[in-house]
């Protein structure tokens, strides 16, 4: 899968003479927390939701409203956004976006292609569109955790139970947990009583459980 699938496209951007006042109105109005900060088309920086509160005055301020208004409409995000701005192109993979945020610790990259902002994604969009639909979220049937099972041969043996009872697998993950020395595996299978599955493999030896969803 690569960003272009899962990038939000319709990126509200803003020009980096905006006022403190107007980017939070902006946010507020599109119900994000992130705005990239364009230029004449080229991308010189970004905005979040923390860096305005933090640039704002404390509430123990001894400044009238009339003075908070005035500061907040002269002071723009020029002065107070983040110029190092974590970068992809919609053709890179979306791992090798992952590493890029988590390296960098941030919770969005913005995606440019030939200069220009095209998309933006975020650590929401990997939980629903990625996170989600490995694990089958939402999805109806029955998880099934099997021990061990995470090795060739076993997921060969898992595979063809399943066949033989003419279920399908509606999404499949390995379990690795640090230092264990065998993989689990669990199958979500389209089938709500997955008896006749748990009884099969338990006769082979393995050791099932069934997941919440």
């Known amino acids: 899968m690569y960003i272009r699938d899962i990038m939000a496209t319709n990126v509200v951007t803003i ?44 509430k123990a301020t001894s400044l009238s409203v009339w003075e908070l208004s005035y500061l907040l409409e002269k ?46 994604t975020t650590t929401n969009d990997l939980f629903y569109k990625i996170i989600n639909p490995i694990l089958g979220l939402g999805e109806p049937g029955t998880r099934v955790e099997i021990k061990g099972g995470g090795n060739a041969k076993s997921m060969e043996e898992i595979i063809s139970t399943i066949n033989k009872l003419g279920l399908n697998i509606i999404t499949c993950h390995i379990i690795a947990l640090p230092g264990a020395s065998q993989k689990d595996i669990v199958v979500h299978l389209d089938t709500e009583d997955a008896s006749q599955f748990i009884a099969a493999l338990e006769g082979k030896g393995y050791k099932l459980s069934v997941r919440r969803r």
Do not use: Y
């Open 15 to 58: 020009p980096s003479s905006t006022g403190l006042a107007d980017a939070r109105r902006i946010m507020e109005a599109h119900h994000i927390r992130r705005l990239p900060v364009v230029d004449k088309g080229k991308l010189v920086g970004i905005v979040t939701g923390s860096k305005l509160e933090k640039a704002s005055p404390s």
């Open 75 to 120: 002071t723009t995000v020029k002065e107070i956004m983040d110029r190092d701005v974590v970068t992809t192109s919609p053709d890179a993979t979306v791992e090798e976006s992952v590493v890029l945020a988590q390296s960098n610790k941030v919770g969005c990259v913005v995606v440019v292609e030939e200069g220009r902002v095209v998309g933006m």
